[in-house]
């Protein structure tokens, strides 16, 4: 055994684990899991399924990543889980596998950081340069963004998209899809204007931000239905690259209508 390896973790002989893993003490690696190099198994951590771990990553310990999805409908097939590098996993985390219905694939990208206790569901696309907050969980088949930042406590319905450069507020249910640069927050999560403070953090200019206030100030105005507006905005702005990121993900077709702001009362 590596002397990366502590004596007390169980390493399936069928894993493949770089030389350059360390592998901390009570650790259960499963025989179909592939880790890259300078991963750190901190403690208690246990990786199974078919799971791959990109080269960087950091697991604390008590996470729980590969196991079986927690979906009836899964019946034991060969899905996988794809984590990406320089992954930051925090206590008590859980990723899980896809599964038939979904693709087979639930897929993390680079760069995250998952907080205590998060939770990425079966058949989830989360991009790079995202982090989830402390017992912030994710419905199966949820797509994020790169650079999404999501609250304590927040909760992504399934199927549900979050685009890029998006925040969502502490303890938000989010029922609908969230624009990219969105900032949604509330029990039942509205919309509530552009993520200004991440957008200059992410060394966006500042026509680039006017734009994108003039362009969201007209795609959620009161005037004419949601498709008429899009066309709209892309008739002013369809030559802006930043402002065609949100018309892009405006007409794509989904499952669920884009998040609104809240109505103004009378």
């Known amino acids: 055994m590596s002397s990366n390896i502590h004596a007390s973790a169980i390493v399936d002989s069928g894993a493949d684990l770089h030389d350059t893993v360390k592998v901390g003490p009570y650790c259960v690696i499963g025989a179909n899991v592939k880790i890259g190099a300078d991963v750190e198994l901190k403690s208690h951590v246990i990786i199974d399924g078919h799971t791959e771990i990109g080269e960087g990553c950091v ?55 998952f ?18 907050a402390n017992n912030a969980t994710l419905a199966g088949h949820v797509h994020v963004g790169d650079f999404v930042i999501i609250g304590g406590l927040a909760a992504a319905h ?6 890029d450069h998006a925040i969502i507020g502490g303890m938000s ?47 959620f105005g009161d005037e004419g239905t949601m498709e008429q507006r899009i066309n709209s905005v892309v008739e002013d702005y369809g ?3 930043t402002v065609v990121k949100i018309i892009e993900f405006a007409k794509a077709k989904t499952k669920f209508p884009l998040c609104q702001p809240q109505k103004k009362s009378s």
Do not use: W
Request: glycine share 12%; hydrophobic share 35%.
């Open 239 to 241: 030559d802006d690259e």
């Open 158 to 163: 399934q199927f549900v998209r979050i685009g």
């Open 59 to 113: 697991i604390y310990p008590f996470a729980s990543l590969g196991s079986a999805p927690q979906d009836l409908k899964y019946a034991g097939e060969p899905s996988r889980l794809v984590i990406g590098k320089n992954n930051t996993i925090r206590e008590y985390v859980t990723m899980n596998p896809g599964t038939r219905d979904g693709g087979m694939l639930t897929r993390v990208g680079d760069n995250g950081l």
């Open 173 to 219: 249910g989010v029922e609908s899809d969230v624009i990219p640069y969105g900032r949604v927050k509330g029990e039942r999560a509205y919309l509530n204007g552009l993520n200004l403070i991440g957008l200059e953090r992410r060394g966006f200019t500042k026509s680039d931000v006017k734009a994108l206030q003039r362009a969201f100030n007209q795609l």
């Open 115 to 132: 907080m205590m206790s998060t939770h990425v569901a079966h058949d989830c696309k989360v991009g790079d340069n995202v982090i989830m």
